[in-house]
């Protein structure tokens, strides 16, 4: 399969510097699509990062034996780990609920995610010191920019978390805007 590496061998610590990346790319990516529940993509991921990994390892294996060689092998491993959380945060897959604590009156900042399309539930009560707030939204990881831009323009002093939501069942959400987004809507 890459005979020409007997007449070119300093082609191989670049084709497993790049066969390296590739292959923690996927691997980032799987491990995120299991994370999140995707039985359907993580499976095909993993096929071609384990099929990646077996043809860099086999050439390893039979005509790697230089320093380069292993530090291309490392150096690639560390670079897809960056390159894999670079790509994820790219896509930002996923769904996350945000809870919102605020002093202040959140009509404004409800109608605000409202408008993006999201449903939001609003609880009142008393914080350690005085009346608070909770505003709790199901929003796509993609639109946590926007929803952080609003709240800053709400409040710039205002708490809020983010958490992971593995399933979403029903609920107001916006409407998909491409044929990537209807693959998996929720359970």
Excluded at 2 to 28: C, E, H, M, S
Excluded at 120 to 129: D, K, L, Q, R
Excluded at 133 to 140: N, Y
């Amino acid at each position: 399969m890459f005979d020409f590496l007997d007449q070119y061998p300093y082609l191989l610590p670049v084709i497993i510097f790049f066969g390296r990346i590739i292959d923690v790319t996927l691997g980032t990516l799987r491990i995120i699509f299991v994370s999140k529940g995707e039985k359907y993509k993580a499976p095909i991921i993993g096929f071609f990062e384990v099929f990646i990994w077996i043809v860099i390892i086999s050439q390893i294996l039979s005509r790697a034996n230089d320093l380069l060689s292993y530090i291309s092998y490392a150096a690639g491993y560390a670079t897809g780990n960056y390159v894999g959380i670079i790509i994820e945060s790219r896509i930002a897959f996923g769904v996350l609920v945000c809870r919102i604590y605020t002093n202040k009156e959140p009509s404004s900042l409800v109608r605000m995610i409202k408008n993006r399309g999201y449903g939001v539930t609003v609880m009142e009560g008393m914080g350690s010191i005085m009346k608070a707030w909770v505003v709790e939204a199901v929003v796509e990881r993609k639109a946590l920019k926007e929803i952080d831009q609003y709240i800053t323009n709400f409040d710039k002093n205002t708490f809020y978390t983010a958490e992971d939501v593995r399933i979403r069942q029903k609920g107001i959400f916006p409407e998909p805007t491409s044929f990537f987004n209807r693959w998996r809507p929720g359970k």
